[in-house]
């Protein structure tokens, strides 16, 4: 009998170290594991950055219910390709590369074919599932990765590596609602809710599109951070009855990064009519909207999740050309368990960036 894909993929595999998390105690330490080898479509990927995003907190700690251990979390992936496979045309050694939230997809489905993997039904997370070949998908806490051509996105020569790789999460989960939604035109009134992760590359990214960008935000001490860093041009603090009143009415449309359960209505009140509110964040509890918050003047309650591969790149792109990056606190491997207790206090500004590059094996070493 002939040998099952998974089976063959087993027999010529790649040895690397990661950082796993075992138990529900979410706490990470070195794991030696193993790669498929180079498939023909395959690209052989060194990581040298990996950002740490919130959704990686909660997968360690299985919040979710679906951990599967051991887990090597880290879906914002940048590094330089070593070796491709011989079908692989887009890439060659040395170019320098990304991998996002998602490794493959069924590649034949409808969204697939118009260039939305992210809506595919078979659509493969970069860590914690299984992979149409059977392996376990491990993430970018990692020495090395192998992945399918489609799923890589170029880095341009003007984007760092550390300070690019959280745009292939949190760059490409705002980018994406900003332009199918329309909230992406010069001189348009963005409303960015929440400045944590993805908020702040929104406000970025919504003063590349030349757009007026106004933060709403609980926290009043994020203001002079909000103008003076990110070039945010009004800031409305939440709670403040006054600023809310004030900015009735005004803005095309709200990008809502906020996973916390909030009052809707207020929110809704500060879109002009047929205004737009795009929800990125998730909340725990179902949301309450008050009918007559939508209706009244015709606005939209939207979703947004991640964004396909083309858009991924258009946006890396665009991001290069406008300098937008992620505002970074680059880390070594060894201090990722102190990041992520320091992640669940809201600690960082505004993203963690593991440099797997020069300080995963000293880890590995040093606890072997």
Not at 95 to 106: E, H, I, K, L, T
Request: aromatic share 6%.
């Amino acid at each position: 009998m002939a040998p099952t894909a998974a089976e063959q993929s087993q027999q010529h595999t790649r040895k690397a170290v990661g950082l796993a998390a075992r138990d529900v105690s979410g706490h990470l330490a070195p794991l030696a594991i193993t790669r498929r080898s180079t498939g023909d479509d395959d690209v052989v990927i060194k990581i040298l950055y990996c950002g740490i995003c919130h959704s990686d907190l909660h997968s360690i700690k299985n919040d979710w219910k679906d951990a599967t251990y051991p887990v090597i979390p880290g879906h914002e992936i940048a590094g330089e390709v070593t070796e491709a496979g011989k079908n692989v045309t887009r890439f060659k050694a040395g170019d320098r590369v990304g991998v996002g939230c998602m490794v493959n997809s069924c590649q034949s489905c409808e969204s697939c074919d118009k260039g939305f993997e992210n809506h595919c039904p078979g659509m493969i997370f970069t860590y914690n599932r299984v992979d149409r070949d059977g392996t376990v998908t491990y993430g970018g806490y990692s020495s090395m990765v192998v992945v399918h051509e489609r799923f890589m996105v170029r880095f341009p020569d003007a984007m760092p590596l550390d300070k690019g790789a959280p745009l292939l999460c949190a760059g490409i989960t705002v980018y994406s609602p900003m332009k199918y939604h329309g909230l992406n035109a010069p001189g348009m009134h963005l409303g960015v809710l929440g400045l944590g992760g993805l908020g702040h590359v929104a406000v970025k990214f919504g003063k590349a599109f030349g757009m007026k960008v106004t933060v709403i935000s609980s926290s009043p001490g994020k203001k002079q951070e909000a103008l003076e860093r990110l070039g945010a041009d009004a800031f409305v603090v939440s709670k403040n009855a006054d600023e809310m009143k004030a900015a009735m009415s005004t803005m095309d449309g709200i990008i809502n990064t906020v996973s916390a359960n909030i009052p809707m209505a207020p929110l809704f009140g500060l879109l002009k009519p047929n205004g737009k509110m795009v929800m990125v964040g998730l909340p725990e509890k179902p949301v309450e909207v008050p009918p007559f918050a939508l209706v009244a003047k015709n606005k939209t309650l939207a979703g947004s999740f991640i964004g396909g591969m083309r858009d991924t790149q258009e946006m890396l792109d665009l991001a290069a050309k406008h300098g937008v990056t992620a505002d970074i606190e680059v880390i070594s491997a060894e201090y990722v368990n102190t990041a992520m207790e320091r992640l669940a206090k809201a600690d960082v500004r505004y993203r963690f960036v593991i440099d797997i590059g020069n300080t995963l094996d000293k880890a590995a070493a040093a606890a072997e």
